[in-house]
């Protein structure tokens, strides 16, 4: 089965680091894109990053920039999230989602959400 | 960055067809792709590129574009279509590619 698990999520105080985990399995996950996309409580869905099958190319959304490091590592079929400096609105569900082959911004699977709360 | 825009609310009678949209700039370059949640659950693509659905979705979601704005379709909407619909697309207006979502629409099933 395809499937996407994301750990590491929990309350954490402003100004304050987590590291979340993505663990992939079901796919060969060395050939995929991966994103983290989040989403805080109530509202819509806010890409994060992007991280490409090799890792040569990143991007970060705006929001996050110079804050989040995404990586990865094939070898363990596993995608990271390292998150500094992180603020109130940082607060959400965190997911992760793979990038089609063909359509790399259409994400056809997502795991099921780590929360992470930022709060004092 | 360019931004996405959808209607934040529509709702259909059980079996008629109805249109969501989402207009944005990055649309003129770029396919959009569409996903639906449920409550508490996590997003399931429907459609993507032109307009392909990925295996499993029914074939009463259907998409199309035309100049900056993109619309999903779903013919003959059942009580279980009731959900979060949101579009995204890539957008390559700022100093680095990204991704952007729209702010989603809720769908209610009458």
Same mark, same amino acid.
């Given at each position: 089965?395809?499937?996407?698990?994301?750990?590491?999520? #929990?309350?954490?105080?402003?100004?304050?680091?987590?590291?979340?985990?993505?663990?992939?399995?079901?796919?060969?996950?060395?050939?995929?894109?991966?994103?983290?996309?989040?989403?805080?409580? #109530?509202?819509?869905?806010?890409?994060?990053?992007?991280?490409?099958?090799?890792?040569?190319?990143?991007?970060?959304?705006?929001?996050?920039? #110079?804050?989040?490091?995404?990586?990865?590592?094939?070898?363990?079929?596993?995608?990271?999230?390292?998150?500094?400096?992180?603020?109130?609105?940082?607060?959400?569900?965190?997911?992760?989602?793979?990038?089609?082959?063909?359509?790399?911004?259409?994400?056809?699977?997502?795991?099921?959400?780590?929360?992470?709360?930022?709060?004092? | 960055?360019?931004?996405?825009?959808?209607?934040?609310?529509?709702?259909?009678?059980?079996?008629?067809?109805?249109?969501?949209?989402?207009?944005?700039?990055?649309?003129?370059?770029?396919?959009?792709?569409?996903?639906?949640? /449920?409550?508490?659950?996590?997003?399931?693509?429907?459609?993507?590129? /032109?307009?392909?659905?990925?295996?499993?979705?029914?074939?009463?979601?259907?998409?199309?574009?035309?100049?900056?704005?993109?619309?999903?379709?779903?013919?003959?909407?059942?009580?279980?279509?009731?959900?979060?619909?949101?579009?995204?697309?890539?957008?390559?207006?700022?100093?680095?590619?990204?991704?952007?979502?729209?702010?989603?629409?809720?769908?209610?099933?009458?």
């Amino acid at each position: 089965e395809v499937q996407l698990v994301e750990s590491g999520g #929990g309350l954490v105080q402003p100004g304050g680091s987590l590291r979340l985990s993505c663990a992939a399995s079901g796919f060969t996950f060395s050939s995929y894109s991966m994103n983290w996309v989040r989403q805080a409580p #109530g509202k819509g869905l806010e890409w994060v990053s992007y991280i490409s099958s090799s890792s040569s190319t990143i991007y970060y959304a705006d929001s996050v920039k #110079g804050r989040f490091t995404i990586s990865r590592d094939n070898a363990k079929n596993s995608l990271y999230l390292q998150m500094n400096s992180l603020r109130a609105e940082d607060t959400a569900v965190y997911y992760c989602a793979r990038g089609r082959l063909d359509f790399l911004d259409a994400f056809d699977i997502w795991g099921q959400g780590t929360m992470v709360t930022v709060s004092s | 960055s360019s931004e996405l825009t959808q209607d934040p609310a529509v709702s259909v009678a059980l079996g008629q067809t109805v249109r969501i949209t989402c207009q944005g700039d990055s649309l003129r370059s770029y396919y959009a792709s569409w996903y639906q949640q /449920k409550p508490g659950q996590a997003p399931v693509l429907v459609i993507y590129g /032109k307009n392909n659905r990925p295996s499993g979705i029914p074939d009463r979601f259907s998409g199309s574009s035309s100049g900056n704005t993109a619309s999903l379709t779903i013919t003959g909407a059942q009580a279980e279509d009731e959900a979060d619909y949101y579009c995204n697309s890539r957008d390559s207006s700022g100093n680095h590619p990204q991704v952007v979502f729209g702010g989603g629409t809720k769908l209610t099933v009458l």
